[in-house]
């Protein structure tokens, strides 16, 4: 998470966040009124949710502030979490039937399903949404009223996503879902459809 006096943009995983991240480091630098969150294995702050950020600090208030977070269409999501896990130690790799339920392996060996991430949305409204797939025009489309020019330059480094998942893998929908399984993805993640649509007035395959 980053917080400033105007707003708040919350990491959602997979979207893209580390680019965003440095991003706004660029179009920030030197100011003093804007915290960003340590990202790593000890702290585990850095993916909270507005919700999870009030129980941790009682003095946090978003109240007033410009909600912003990241989002990606649900089936380039999936591919990219259980490719990401299957990329690091202990190496899992989710079974065909988990990629098209939406489930993934967590690191430490749990089950885990793309609509239990999008909840987090479930507590508060976001404001405006940075879309991985469009991301330099809706970072400058966020953030350009709050950062001002320095949120157009900053923009630049969003051309080269900073992507964590080592591991090459095919990129097309058609290798991995017929339509039908598409459909049947979207059917048994709610939450995240729900989600998809209002940030993308629809679904793929719609």
């Known amino acids: 998470m980053v917080v400033g006096n105007e707003f708040v943009w919350m990491h959602f995983p997979k979207t ?4 965003v991240e440095l991003a706004l ?3 920030t630098r030197g100011r003093r009124d804007i915290v960003f969150d340590q990202r790593g294995v000890h702290d585990d702050r850095w993916h909270d949710s507005l919700h999870e950020r009030r129980l941790r600090d009682r003095s946090f208030d978003p109240s007033g502030k410009v909600v912003i977070a990241g989002f990606r269409r649900l089936p380039w999501w999936i591919l990219s979490r259980v490719h990401y896990e299957a990329s690091r130690p202990p190496y899992r790799w989710a079974r065909r039937e988990m990629i098209q339920a939406g ?8 089950v885990g399903k793309a609509d239990l991430h999008a909840t987090m949305f479930a ?4 404001h405006r949404w940075l879309r991985t797939e469009h991301l330099r025009e809706d970072f400058v489309a966020c953030f350009g009223d709050i950062l001002g020019p320095a949120a157009l330059k900053a923009g630049r480094k969003l051309d080269r996503k900073i992507n964590e998942t080592r591991l090459r893998y095919v990129e097309r929908l058609d290798f991995y879902f017929t339509p039908d399984e598409l459909r049947r993805l979207y059917e048994a993640n709610p939450t995240w459809a729900a989600v998809e649509r209002e940030v993308y007035g629809g679904l793929l395959g719609d």
Do not use: P, Y
């Open 123 to 126: 507590d508060c409204e976001v």
């Open 25 to 27: 480091r660029a179009a």
């Open 16 to 19: 893209a966040g580390h680019t």
């Open 103 to 110: 489930e993934f392996f967590e690191q430490s060996g749990a």
